[in-house]
């Protein structure tokens, strides 16, 4: 089934915020990572089979506005919920990936009955009690989102030889990264003595072979929430939903439609 | 004309090959392989060097910092300024520069520069730089605010010199209630602020802004012309006319009592595999948001090895051909010299003389040679070509210290 897929652009806190939203069911927003998104993923097209999918680029990224004065995760928090308000959405669910995970954990911390469900996989946010998140500041473009999956086919599938536009939006989010998350890199130190609050059921997904976030920040937030669950896939990496969309939009899917 | 001895202070005693084996020589090199018994002699040994350029003559003692690389033992540029400001009588100390976004806290620069305005009498020249991409890396600092931050430094420190304190600093980079350092330049209205700097054009039309000098670091001389226009017409924008006095060139040359002996010491030069910072990834010297959007599509290509270095890769002899090195002896050297002055026209000129692993007594005679011999010869032939340093031609300190201006505006009118 093919799936249509609508771009617009919101007006949030005096940005242009791109929007692309398919599907029709229950509202969820899909929070990407900190490498971007490309446009389509398979990932995102299984979701909208039973969902009303939104995937906002964070501000700064990809075909949204830079917000000069975007300082913090948690900030991109405050702009996703603020879109969320505008289009008069409730109960929504959130799926984080990896940095998109720690924006939707902030997002969850604020409104702590706001959102219906959480999925949060491979997860930035929490400093991990064992290992530590890979600094991408010292490797290349395209070195950095090779060591986020477990076979470097799975990379190619996705970006083939990489265009060099594609290496143009990496540094331009990379650049976001750094002016959102540079230090402490990659984690709040006060997001994990907030997450206590949050009533939403959670999934927390890891790839086994997450070279970008140690699984140890995964137990951290399952530890953290008060109703999550962790769950591993196998032979994968940290963008999971590209190199297993099939299994993470399973896992997904099952978790949102349970009651 | 201002000539000034400078070196990188290298720190030769390290393991090449070790840097080779591991394939960069900077910010992940690891530090095992440095000797602080051998940094001891070696700083101590850099102190005579510069202490013998002040007996021989030199202008000044050019001064600069890195970090986490051997190709320059200078941690902290201060350090060495403030030993200067004690041991030196004469020569004007000159730091090209501090890295203004690396300091977390401006007012205690603004301090530490302060003193060593006051203890060297007033023979400071605080130059400011953005630091390398891989001075913010090795030092914690977000590159994606460099500019934002050496621009909002500058202007706090500038503010601290030129009014009296307390006062609140309510910056985006920087927030501090009280400042009111009980340290405070002798130099009036402040040190002269001299900007380094190699490729970037924001910061080549912000220091001509300034009205600050522009110091071109070992660039072509073709590219060298092109800062000076870039320079002269955002000068004429602001009102006032670049000369000389606003130019300065940094320059390797090496020179020994012959040319063999000269030139197996010049190719020291290209002792960190022939890059000045050494072997690093490209990602290091130009982290995400550190460098201009102007150049990213280009940059990001090279990044990943699908462009050549767009600084090239000369080969010494290449660069002995288009003097971008120049070495031999006394007479040899000032003849190429004068094609590079009369070609650069700066008033004010550093030379890297000593690179690598040139033994002490080689350092040593070069010194004697360049200072005693060099440098008066070519401070005469510049004099010739009227190429006046900022104290002689008596330039404004800053802009705002132009008597100039409306002078000019008027006769535009």
Known sequence: MS????????????????????????AVLVLHHDIGTPDHLTFYDALAERFDVLVPHHPGWGKSQRPEWLRHPRDIAAIHAWLLADLDLHGVSLVGLGFGGWIAAEMASQAPTL?????????????????????????????????GFHKPAAFEAIYGDVSVDQLEAWDIAREMSFRTAWKPYMYSQTLPHLLGGVRSPALVIWGDDDRIVPVSAGHAYAKALHNATLTTIPECGHFAEMEKPDVVAQLTADFLTQH | MHMMYFTEQPMSAYDAQEGLKYGATALTFSNKHYDPLEGSRLYNEYIED??????????????????????????KTNIFASILAAMTKRVKIVILGNPLPLAENPVRLSEELSMIDMISKG?????FVRGGGQEQLASGVNPAFNRERFIEAHDLIQKIWTEPGPFRWEGTHYQHRVVNPWAVPMQKPYPRVWIPGVLSKETVIWTAQQRYPYIALNTAIDATKAIWDLYSQTASECGYTAGPENFGYLIRVHVQDTEEKALRNARQFMWMQGEFTGLAHPVWANPSGYFSPTG?????????????????????????????IIAGTPDQVIERLKY?????????????????????????RCIKLLCGEVMPAIKEFGAGLGLKDPWEADAPVHLRYSTDLAQRQAAAE
């Open chain 1, 3 to 26: 799936v249509t897929w609508t771009e617009t652009t919101q007006e949030i806190a005096g940005c242009g915020l791109h929007l692309s939203r398919a599907g029709s069911g229950p």
């Open chain 1, 115 to 147: 959102y219906r469900k959480l999925v949060l996989i491979g997860a930035m946010g929490i400093k991990p009690p064992e290992g530590e998140i890979a600094d991408q500041s010292i490797v290349s473009y395209i070195d950095y989102p090779k060591a």
């Open chain 2, 50 to 75: 510069y202490l013998l350029a002040e007996e021989y003559g030199a202008d000044g003692i050019m001064l600069n910092e890195h970090h986490n690389a051997p190709f320059c033992m200078q941690a």
């Open chain 2, 123 to 127: 023979r400071l020249v605080s130059g």
């Open chain 2, 296 to 324: 990213r599509r280009n940059f990001v290509q090279f990044a990943v090895g699908r462009a050549k270095n767009p600084r090239g890769n000369p080969t010494f002899e290449d660069q002995i051909a288009s003097t971008m």
């Open chain 2, 340 to 364: 590079v002055v009369e070609n650069t026209r700066p008033g004010i000129m550093g030379i890297w003389a000593n690179d690598g692993n040139v033994s002490k007594e080689d350092r040593q």
